[in-house]
């Protein structure tokens, strides 16, 4: 039921800030600067924060509800390595580092969650566990 709901809220934080990126991006004309500074940090916080923290105080239960194995030290690894693209995203944002390291965060980020999907999608595969949550749920906030 909590990761049901805590999927229910990523993504509508992420349709959120994607609305009012693309609100503050054509504002005044377009300006993709402003939009990506506002629409980065939202996006990264909704998948990666929400992500760590689920793992971190419901990893448990979320890893059952979606089959995977608990009481693992990777899956707190995992947590704590989202958590850390939150912080980054958050810090580069108030201190104006500038759409480079903005960017430059947004696609550790992508990256780090693209290889995890395939890694999901490789094991879902060889074990035959392909369920909704396990083939879909690390794609979800990018659908």
């Not at 999927?7 to 349709?15: A, S």
């Not at 980065?40 to 979320?62: D, H, M, N, R, W």
Request: charged share 10%.
């Amino acid at each position: 039921m909590i990761s049901n709901i805590i999927d229910v809220l990523r993504i509508l934080i992420v349709f959120s800030a994607f609305f009012f990126g693309y609100l503050i991006g054509f504002r005044n004309g377009y300006n993709p600067v402003a939009q990506l500074h506002f629409t980065i940090p939202v996006l990264i916080t909704a998948v990666a924060g929400i992500s760590g923290l689920e793992g971190l105080f419901f990893g448990k239960k979320t890893a059952e509800a979606k089959g995977f194995e608990t009481g693992n030290n990777y899956q707190k690894q995992s947590a704590i390595a989202s958590l850390s693209y939150t912080f980054i995203a958050i810090l580069v944002y108030f201190t104006d580092w500038g759409i480079h390291a903005e960017l430059t965060v947004l696609f550790t980020f992508c990256f780090f969650y693209i290889f995890s999907a395939v890694n999901h999608s490789i094991e879902a595969i060889k074990y035959k566990t392909i369920r909704g949550r396990t083939s879909t749920g690390p794609l979800l906030p990018f659908c």
